[in-house]
């Protein structure tokens, strides 16, 4: 762990794996796949956020964000890729219904991948496998990676 000043002068403890410190914001996006400028959020500071972060935004703003690497990266929601995602979703329960192998999950469906990146596809398919005795957690955020990702 390290230490550095605050603008109020006060001293926060910071994990020693933040982003390299000479990144620009262009190395962010490239390291975040070329995502808008927008999208990116930087506050927690980029490399800092938690998962938490993630869900007091939900709860606060009515916004999603996803988390990569400690970095909040907000969602896109908009109406074509909202149609794309119920018609996937309706055919892949259509399959579901016939041979019960999973779950489908909508775009609000989070999924912690690793253990700094959580994602939430716009249609995701989980095995009942990957849930011991096929039981859907309580938590807000799935301990899994999805076998199939939108």
């Not at 996006?29 to 990116?40: D, F, N, V």
């Not at 989070?110 to 039981?135: G, H, K």
Request: charged share 20%; hydrophobic share 45%; proline share 9%.
């Amino acid at each position: 762990m390290s230490t550095a000043s605050t603008t109020h002068g006060l001293t926060a403890t910071l994990p020693a794996t933040l982003l390299p410190r000479e990144w620009t914001l262009a190395d962010l996006q490239a390291h975040l796949g070329g995502i808008p400028a927008e999208r990116i959020r930087i506050y927690p500071p980029p490399g800092m956020a938690t998962e938490q972060d993630a869900l007091a935004i939900a709860a606060r703003e009515d916004r999603l964000c996803e988390l990569v690497d400690g970095i909040l990266v907000e969602k896109v929601l908009a109406s074509f890729e909202s149609f794309l995602a119920g018609m996937l979703i309706h055919w892949l329960n259509n399959f579901l219904d016939q041979k019960p192998l999973g779950i489908a999950l909508a775009p609000d469906g989070m999924l912690r991948i690793l253990p700094r990146t959580m994602r939430i596809p716009d249609v995701s398919f989980v095995r009942w496998e990957r849930f011991p005795n096929r039981r859907l957690p309580r938590q807000a955020v799935f301990e899994v990676a999805p076998d199939l990702a939108v």
